[in-house]
């Protein structure tokens, strides 16, 4: 089945720094490569996702950039902000196993004000 | 409107005992799932249901029954409920199956004393 694994697990930046997450996955016939972020306390919510037939998106500070060869796919955020805080996960789906959607293990970014 | 919804919020009970938590996505979604996160973040798929029809049961004791009684609602019974079970609970729906962001509900946070 798939495998993600997600690095780094924590990540602490200066509020203005850029920080970058990386995901690689195991499942070459994944397609579909979302990102969560997690506040404390609530629900895991979409931030940017991308598809392999793409290799780079951007909303506004975020982008994810997808390296379909290597298999992998990392989430960049310019600019960070300390509501930019918070754990943020990578996913791989549509591959096989029933096209099940495989989390990484999160990573815990902490932007320093 | 909520999109996705889960009840109870809060759940505090004894090891042994026996409890549900439902779930019910207003998306007009094929795709629902039940995942646990534990102390550590780690987000784990338990189940996912397509059209109420179970498609993914990872290594999930069998204390632990989805069902689905339309394509609307997932409910997740815990049977015998131990130490190890204390997690919060997250539903989820998404379009359908591995393809497309998944919108989750606001958790169950679950305490076996």
């Known amino acids: 089945g798939e495998n993600v694994e997600q690095h780094p697990s924590t990540l602490s930046v200066q509020e203005g720094d850029s920080a970058v997450i990386k995901c690689t996955y195991s499942?070459?016939?994944?397609?579909?490569f979302p990102w969560y972020k997690q506040e404390l306390g609530k629900r895991p919510q979409l931030i940017i996702d991308?598809?392999?037939?793409?290799g780079e998106k951007k909303d506004q500070r975020i982008a994810v950039t997808l390296n379909k060869t290597a298999k992998h796919f990392s989430l960049h955020i310019t600019e960070t902000q300390p509501e930019d805080s918070a754990v943020y996960f990578c996913?791989?789906?549509?591959?096989?196993?029933?096209?099940?959607?495989?989390f990484g293990d999160g990573t815990t970014l902490t932007v320093k004000p | 409107d909520t999109a996705v919804s889960q009840t109870p919020k809060y759940l505090v009970t004894q090891m042994g005992n026996d409890k549900s938590i439902k779930c019910e996505q207003n998306?007009?979604?094929?795709?629902m799932y039940w995942y646990k996160q534990d102390s550590k973040k780690f987000l784990k798929i338990m189940f996912s249901?397509?059209?109420?029809?179970?498609?993914i049961n990872e290594t999930v004791p069998n204390r632990f029954s989805p069902k689905s009684p339309d394509k609307a609602h997932l409910n997740l019974h815990i049977n015998s409920l131990e130490l190890g079970d204390s997690a919060v609970y997250f539903c989820a729906s998404s379009q359908r199956q591995g393809a497309g962001e998944q919108y989750f509900g606001p958790g169950t946070r679950l305490t076996v004393t």
């Open positions: 996913a791989a789906s549509g591959g096989g196993g029933a096209g099940k959607s495989t």
């Open positions: 998306l007009g979604h094929d795709t």
């Open positions: 499942d070459s016939a994944s397609n579909y």
């Open positions: 991308i598809r392999s037939n793409v």
């Open positions: 249901y397509n059209n109420k029809e179970l498609i």
